[in-house]
């Protein structure tokens, strides 16, 4: 017995949920190891006795076969004498006070649950709950940690006989599974209609593929909240839709049964099949088929489509192929405009009980409501818009500890970062903060995770802008609760988010290529193309666009055609007649405008690129007025020429981007009839070459050659596409966002970052 060793070996991660002590549990057995395993509210702990051999058979296991969900971030091992153990046990968990964990966010059904799911034989066959440790709801049902059943909506469901056996079994995949129910013991389906239960169960799912089939609108309760479905290929009802939700072009998006269908409808890459097959089953946007049979009002105006597979088994149910049945549904977040998504039965009901037909409903509660996850393959690796379901709450890892940290993040598409040690948990997308649901939400969703993660926050960072809700919201709690408040620049914000999720440590500057609709400048101006030499600590403004007024201020952003008059005149050019966006504005609408420049009222000044892709727009006949935000510089992307590849030129003079020669230029190729398509891309191209130019004056200027690029304008893929290649060509090293957006849902994770160094007074 004498050449024994043994090991204690602590993990932590995203270990528990997981079937991570049934995984140890099997190794152990399989290497000839005694001991035991257990939970602790830090992570798992465990002790084996055995031959060194086979202590390291089992170590290297450990790291390489870890199961699907669990996410390791550190494991820690000590060797020491062995303990004499007799067998490898799972033993009681530990609870460590103040100790916390990540939690699993929720995951697609797993390829054993859908064999189940349809076979006859199986006690779970066709029902829509069915789950186990690799798959199923976790973050949308949890209330509290530890990760206990009690602790979450599956409490009001007591286990039946056999379900209960399979938990207690370490054997079994569903051992300890929280969320783990049957058609006996767990949650049920109907389908409400005028008030009415219509239907039950299995029923209430053919009723529901009937509804959608017949062109019905149906309000559906998922996993993070309702979705409004309809049959995508059904145009009327697609139009329909449309109408009830207020939405006038936003692109819905597209759930299809499989692989197949999305190749039918969609040009997939090697890099979206692999993101719309992940676990976190994101929506991904990608280039429209010209045969395909969905419906042009799913996405008026664009050439890509934003689909998704089914990440539930009430979806797999939904979408099963049949003849005559739809193969592509509509799956709008089940909202009306821009509200937050429904999540409770009667709040459905009370909120959607005029957009849809009838009701799938179900009697599991959602704990937190989230919505689905955006993404686009760039290079060949995601590029997110909407970081959420999936995704949240796995932490970002930080370079450094942080202080505990609350950061509100902003106005639209919110979310908010709450910081403890290495982790930077970013939350789920909360929405507009505009009204007073959507307020509500950012203040429930904050309570939760500082209850989830037990944060106690010591630092609150914020937006400049004054008007914001979560400054607001930042500023009355800061005061309230005696905690510092931290300022933090909306475009330092976005570089430090991109420089924190590359790992960036030390503080040394980059080069931060800013693009961006709006964000309030230190000089009360409207910045957005802006060039930082960025520090976590602090910045420089090296570069920007020009300013030119904003004539109507916010009604500008709604309609580009302002911009373009703006432009035009500070460009020295009449506002010709021939001009869309003369034409666009009444002779009473263009003097009040000549008004506003000319004596400077309610026309704040602008730097935003966002807003010169507008005015571009406006003058090129794509799009005088917008119904959601980068409407015009989106329809403008959509119709680019490929093959050009003349560039307008941009002014560079220093620090000063002057757009004055580009105006002229595109006003010459208008007047010119040179096709949108070739004007889209002489700009784009312009836009990209100005970007590398830049970056060369400022490499000279201050020795920086890294570029990181964040803001919402980066969701420009065709700018995208023309820049980082040409960055890349001439030596520079580009950062760019592949953990949370460029956009705005990535702000609060830069707000964090500045404001964890700034407080270290690093
Ligand atoms: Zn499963
Ligand atoms: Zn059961
Ligand atoms: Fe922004």
């Known amino acids: 017995m004498n050449d024994l060793g043994g090991s204690r070996v602590w993990v932590t991660g995203v270990v528990q949920g997981v079937g991570f002590r049934p995984f140890v549990y099997g190794i152990a057995k399989r ?3 005694a001991g035991w395993v257990r939970n602790t509210s830090a992570g798992v702990e465990i002790e084996v006795d055995g031959p060194p051999e086979n202590l ?44 916390y964990q990540p939690v699993s966010p929720d995951i697609a059904t797993c390829p054993d649950c859908l064999r189940e799911l349809s076979d006859p034989h199986d006690r779970r066959y066709r029902y829509p709950f069915i789950n186990c440790t690799h798959c199923g709801p976790r973050f949308t049902i949890i209330e509290d940690i530890p990760y206990d059943r009690p602790n979450t909506t599956m409490a009001p469901f007591p286990l039946c006989a056999d379900c209960s056996r399979e938990y207690g079994d370490p054997l079994d995949r569903r051992f300890h599974a929280q969320p783990v129910a049957c058609p006996t013991c767990g949650p049920h389906l109907w ?31 998922g996993i993070g909240g309702f979705h409004l479905a309809c049959d995508a290929t059904n145009r009327a009802a697609v139009v329909e839709l449309r109408r009830r939700k207020l939405r006038v072009d936003k692109p819905f998006a597209v759930m299809l049964p499989d692989l197949r269908a999305i190749e039918a409808n969609c040009l997939i890459d090697e890099a979206a099949r692999t993101l719309l097959e992940s676990r976190e089953r994101p929506i991904v946007v990608a280039p429209r088929r010209s045969g395909s049979a969905i419906a042009r009002e799913v996405a008026p105006g664009q050439d890509s489509l934003g689909v998704m597979l089914p990440y539930s088994p009430l979806h797999h ?17 089940g ?50 818009v909407r970081r959420s379901r999936g995704y949240a709450p796995v932490p970002v890892r930080l370079p450094w500890e942080a202080p505990p940290i609350l950061a509100a993040g902003a106005e639209l598409k919110n979310t908010f970062c709450l910081t403890r040690g290495r982790h930077a948990f970013l939350s789920h997308h909360i929405g507009d903060l505009q009204n007073y649901e ?39 709690r800061a005061a309230r609760e005696g905690l510092q408040a931290i300022a933090v620049q909306h475009h330092h914000a976005h570089i430090a988010a991109c420089m924190a999720e590359h790992s960036i440590a030390d503080d040394r500057p980059v080069i931060g290529v800013a693009f961006d609709g709006t964000g309030y400048g230190d000089d009360g101006a409207i910045w957005g193309g802006e060039f930082l030499l960025a520090q976590y600590t602090e910045y420089r403004r090296a570069a920007h666009l020009a300013y030119v007024p904003m004539p109507g201020g916010d009604a500008a952003v709604h309609e580009p055609w302002r911009l373009a008059l703006a432009w035009l005149q500070k460009a020295s050019l009449p506002w010709d007649e021939q001009l869309a966006p003369v034409q666009a504005a ?46 015009a510089a989106i329809e403008l992307e959509t119709q680019i020429d490929l093959d050009e590849e003349e560039a307008y030129p941009f002014e560079v003079d220093g620090i000063a981007i002057d ?62 596409e023309r820049t980082v290649p040409a960055l890349r060509r001439d030596g520079f090293t580009v950062l760019l966002h592949r953990q949370v957006p460029a956009n705005d849902g990535g702000l609060a994770l830069g707000q964090a970052a500045v404001a964890a160094r700034r407080a270290q007074g690093g």
């Open 31 to 33: 290497h000839s190891l």
């Open 191 to 221: 389908l409400q209609a005028g008030g009415a239960r219509r239907a039950e169960t299995d029923e209430a799912l053919h009723e529901a593929r009937r509804m959608l089939r017949d062109g019905a609108i149906l309000a559906i309760r």
């Open 56 to 99: 390291q058979a089992f170590l290297t296991a450990l790291r390489r076969e870890a199961p699907p969900l669990a996410r390791i971030d550190e494991m820690r091992i000590e060797a020491c004498e062995p303990h004499g153990y007799q067998a490898f046990e799972i033993v009681r968990s530990e609870s460590l006070p103040g100790a």
């Open 586 to 631: 009444s002779l009473e609408a263009r003097a009040i405008l000549g008004r506003q420049l000319e004596l400077g009222l309610n026309a704040p000044l602008t730097s935003s690129i966002g807003r010169l892709f507008d005015a571009v727009a406006a003058l090129s006949g794509v799009r005088q007025c917008v119904n959601y935000e980068a409407q």
């Open 438 to 476: 959507t307020l509500a939400a950012f203040e429930d969703g904050v309570a939760h995770y500082e209850r989830l993660f037990r944060v106690q926050p010591e630092i609150i960072a914020h937006d400049l802008h004054p008007d914001y809700l979560a400054t607001r919201y930042a500023l009355d």
């Open 317 to 333: 149910l939904l979408l099963e192929r049949a003849a005559g049945f739809p193969e592509a549904l509509v799956m709008t977040s």
């Open 335 to 384: 909202n009306l405009s821009e509200e937050p998504i429904a999540a409770r039965n009667d709040e459905a009901s009370a909120r959607l009980g005029r957009l849809a037909d009838a009701f799938l409903l179900h009697d599991r509660e959602i704990g937190t409501r989230c919505d689905d996850s955006v993404l686009r393959a760039f290079e060949g690796q995601a590029y997110p």
């Open 659 to 720: 757009p004055v020669p580009v105006i002229r230029a595109v006003v010459a190729d208008v007047q010119a009839g040179v096709a949108r398509a070739a004007i889209s891309a002489k700009f784009h191209n312009g836009v990209a070459g100005m970007v590398v130019q830049v970056c060369h004056v400022l490499t000279k200027a201050y020795g920086v050659s890294e570029v990181a690029l964040s803001g919402g304008v980066w969701q420009n893929m065709a700018l995208l």
